[in-house]
């Protein structure tokens, strides 16, 4: 064992098998959440100044634009209770993948989205 490793040893199954491949792509499916957080702060700073130029097919505001923004920290304040509730009582697990459809469905709206706003009509 070397000194780089902090000691640890990987969990063996019943067949006395190490387990460190599904550990780490456990590890690496939990913290895809974080990266699709990063895209959605990093998708802003790129798009509301394209969204914004007169070129744009359809061009926003800058209220508009910083609405765009605070939604994303409004959405995360109303549901950081809520998640941790269901969290508990689910199981961190499950509340991930039910998330990662709320992202799904966010990126799948904003590629066919036809302009800022959503209507009824």
């Given at each position: 064992m070397s000194s780089l490793d902090g000691g640890y040893t990987p969990k063996k199954d019943g067949d006395g098998r190490r387990r460190w491949p599904q550990e780490?792509?456990?590890a690496f499916a939990a913290s895809l959440s974080e990266v699709t957080i990063g895209f959605v702060y990093?998708?802003?700073?790129?798009?509301?100044?394209?969204m914004?130029?007169?070129t744009w097919?359809?061009?926003i505001t800058p209220d508009e634009s910083s609405w765009i923004v605070s939604l994303v920290d409004i959405g995360s304040m109303v549901i950081a209770i809520p998640a941790g509730l269901a969290a508990n009582r689910l199981g961190r697990r499950w509340v991930l993948l039910?998330?990662?459809l709320?992202?799904?469905?966010?990126?799948?709206?904003i590629l066919a989205?036809?302009?800022a706003y959503v209507s009824t009509q």
């Open positions: 780490y792509f456990a990093g998708w802003s700073s790129t798009a509301l100044p394209l914004e130029a007169e097919p359809w061009r039910f998330s990662a709320f992202f799904i469905a966010s990126w799948a709206i989205a036809k302009s």
